[in-house]
C-alpha cells in the first residue's frame, strides 16, 4: 500500500538556522513526489516536485530511493517560510495524489 | 487569483440534509478531485474525475456523491448518509496528459459545519 510519513506535526526553528522537513514514502513502483505549501489565509500551492530537481524559494529536496525519502531542506530558514507543508506521492499512471499529515513549520524572528 | 473557485465558502447543514458543494475551474483542466482536510489527517481523497462524465472513488468514498457533465464543473454532494461531515473540503485540478508530474492546483476550500 502506498503511504507517505511526515513524522513532525510541528517543527519551530529560528530565522537563520537550516530547517529539515522530513518525509518518507512506501511505494512499489516508481514513485514521483511533490511538496505542497499552504500559507496562513492562502492556498494550497505546489512548492516543488522531485522531477524537476528545482530550487523554489530555496527550499529544495532530494528522492533517495534507499531511504525512501524525500525531505525538504533549505540552509537559512526565513519568518516568510511560516506554513504548513505537505509531503505528497503521486500513485502510478493515474492522477491520485497520497498526502502525508502535514508539518506545520514556525520560524521565529 | 482564479483558475479554481469553491462555493461557498462556509455551509451549515441540518442532520439528515443533503448538501451540496460547488467547484468550478477555469483553467482548461481534463481531471478534477475533491479532498476532505481534518486536523491532523492531511488531505484524504473523496472522488476524482479524469474526464468528463467520468468519475471515481477516492479512499473515503462513503457518504459522498459527485457529478461530472461539463468540463468546468465537479460538484461535491454531501449526503445524509455522512455521519461525520464537519470538515475542510478542497477541491483540485490538474492537466490530464500522458506527462506526468503534473501538479495540482487547489481551491480555498469549503467549511462545512453541523448545526
Known amino acids: 500500500a502506498q503511504r507517505v510519513t511526515q513524522p513532525e506535526k510541528l517543527l519551530s526553528v529560528f530565522k537563520g538556522a537550516p530547517v529539515e522537513l522530513k518525509c518518507n514514502y512506501s511505494y512499489s513502483g516508481s514513485p514521483e513526489l511533490f511538496w505542497y505549501v499552504q500559507y496562513s489565509r492562502q492556498r494550497l500551492q505546489l512548492l516543488l516536485r522531485?522531477?524537476s530537481r528545482e530550487s523554489i524559494k530555496g527550499f529544495t529536496a532530494d528522492l533517495n530511493k534507499g531511504e525512501t525519502s524525500f525531505h525538504l531542506k533549505k540552509p537559512f530558514a526565513q519568518e516568510e517560510d511560516s506554513a504548513m507543508y505537505y509531503c505528497?506521492?503521486?500513485?502510478?499512471?493515474?492522477?491520485?495524489?497520497?498526502f502525508g499529515k502535514g508539518t506545520l513549520l514556525t520560524v521565529n524572528p | 487569483d482564479g483558475g479554481i473557485t469553491q462555493s461557498p465558502k462556509y455551509l451549515f447543514r441540518k442532520e439528515g440534509q443533503n448538501v451540496t458543494l460547488s467547484c468550478e475551474q477555469n483553467l482548461n483542466h481534463d481531471a478534477m478531485y475533491w479532498y476532505r482536510q481534518d486536523p491532523g489527517q492531511g488531505l484524504r481523497l473523496i472522488y476524482y474525475s479524469q474526464i468528463v462524465n467520468d468519475f471515481q472513488k477516492g479512499d473515503i468514498a462513503e457518504g459522498y456523491s459527485v457529478s461530472r457533465e461539463k468540463k468546468e464543473s465537479f460538484p461535491l454532494t454531501v449526503t445524509s448518509a455522512q455521519k461525520n461531515p464537519t470538515a475542510f473540503y478542497l477541491c483540485?485540478?490538474?492537466?490530464?496528459?500522458?506527462?506526468?508530474?503534473?501538479?495540482?492546483?487547489f481551491g480555498d476550500g469549503t467549511r462545512l459545519s453541523i448545526l
Open positions: 505528497a506521492l503521486k500513485r502510478g499512471s493515474n492522477y491520485k495524489l497520497t
Open positions: 522531485h522531477i
Open positions: 483540485a485540478s490538474s492537466i490530464s496528459s500522458g506527462a506526468s508530474n503534473q501538479p495540482q492546483h
